[in-house]
């Protein structure tokens, strides 16, 4: 009924799990412990304080950069890794076939089948549609339909499958 193919890569991996980083709740603490630290740092070396205040101001600067914008994408680069080699593999192709059930694939070999009475949720991205199982979720990209629409799809979960609550992805994620 619907097919779904995409490539698998650490880029993509990464737009997809990792949050745009400035609507995370959590980025907007660690900026203001950012600015401090900097006014602090500014404060310290102009009244020659002592190394030790300096070098926390600098410390706190650079712990609240790393929190607020680096960690969880270096976090996806991590897990994508651990993936890649408990795969054996630094890319591989996804092909989700949607019908009666759906059905996983990846490089051609059957991988799981999911039943629609096992979905949670549909959410829906600008990028992609996730169907969430317990857990974990089935992701189809909205560019790589080869059978039907993103759309088509959209109005066929919606008129099919009522009894699954549908939802937009959270802003942080909404790519």
Sequence with gaps: ???NE???DIRRYQRWTTPIFYKVLSFWPWMVIFLLATV???VFYHRDMPLRWKSLALMLMLIS?????L???MLAGKQFKMMRVQKGKKFW???VIVGNTI?????GEFSNEVFFKQIKKFVEAKSYFDLAVDNDFVRLDKAGFTKGTPEEFKEWMLKEHPEIPYA???KEFDR
């Design 1 to 3: 009924m619907f097919e």
């Design 6 to 8: 995409y490539k698998m």
């Design 65 to 69: 950069f790393y929190r607020s914008i």
């Design 40 to 42: 602090g740092a500014i």
């Design 103 to 107: 059905r996983l694939f990846e490089d």
């Design 93 to 95: 192709n996804c092909k």
């Design 168 to 170: 937009r992805e959270k």
């Design 71 to 73: 960690f969880r994408p």
